[in-house]
T-cell receptor, first 111, second 116 residues
Framework: DADVTQTPRNRITKTGKRIMLECSQTKGHDRMYWYRQDPGLGLRLIYYSFDVKDINKGEISDGYSVSRQAQAKFSLSLESAIPNQTALYFC??????????FGPGTRLTVL | DQQVKQNSPSLSVQEGRISILNCDYTNSMFDYFLWYKKYPAEGPTFLISISSIKDKNEDGRFTVFLNKSAKHLSLHIVPSQPGDSAVYFCAASAGYGSSNTGKLIFGQGTTLQVKP
């Protein structure tokens, strides 16, 4: 079984809809992260959490919110999706400060 | 402002030859650097790292070199194999140690193709 799972793997939605992407991990890590990948831009950090009570904004948090329901679960929400939020979204976890373990990604398309 | 840059979007090499992937950074506070490999439809996977107190780190066929004065790092793969064909991202972080936040800044990625 995968250590970091993301659901859904693919999602197509319409402008203005609320979307939630979910991430679960079995690695027992305290730190969790949400990134988005766009062509030519690499991965950019949206939000990160060091434990259940600690949530921080990353480089590009506008238009997104997160919820850390438990040590193992970290969800990303788009309150009102817009087309420029079409991207590949990755969840990651870490224990050691640097090496992060990534999930398989969610491909989100906003029409 | 791109703090970590990979200026070559793609690289093609012959199997058995050396692959050299380059990465430049602008923030002198970065003190830990990592390389990740990404296959299609998968998440990035950690490959190798180096701290700023070193100038070289080797792991099997993979070696990372750090030139702090030039703010440049490179990944060498010797010998290159077709299975190495993937997108490679370099990443950097600042504040290694108790103050470290674990935040990584990624480059844009370089697509490596190793031809049989």
């Amino acid at each position: 079984d995968a250590d970091v799972t993301q659901t859904p793997r693919n999602r197509i939605t319409k402008t203005g809809k609320r979307i939630m992407l979910e991430c679960s991990q079995t690695k027992g890590h305290d730190r969790m992260y949400w990134y988005r990948q766009d062509p030519g831009l690499g991965l950019r950090l949206i939000y990160y959490s060091f434990d259940v009570k600690d949530i921080n904004k990353g480089e590009i948090s506008d238009g997104y919110s997160v919820s850390r329901q438990a040590q193992a679960k970290f969800s990303l929400s788009l309150e009102s999706a817009i087309p420029n939020q079409t991207a590949l979204y990755f969840c990651a976890t870490s224990d050691y400060p640097h090496e992060q373990f990534f999930g398989p990604g969610t491909r989100l398309t906003v029409l | 402002d791109q703090q970590v840059k990979q200026n070559s979007p793609s690289l093609s090499v012959q199997e058995g030859r050396i692959s050299i992937l380059n990465c430049d950074y602008t923030n002198s506070m970065f003190d830990y650097f990592l390389w990740y490999k990404k296959y299609p439809a998968e998440g990035p996977t950690f490959l190798i790292s180096i701290s700023s107190i070193k100038d070289k780190n080797e792991d099997g066929r993979f070696t990372v070199f750090l030139n702090k004065s030039a703010k440049h790092l490179s990944l060498h793969i010797v010998p290159s194999q077709p299975g190495d064909s993937a997108v490679y991202f370099c990443a950097a972080s600042a504040g290694y140690g108790s103050s470290n936040t674990g935040k990584l800044i990624f480059g844009q990625g370089t697509t490596l193709q190793v031809k049989p």
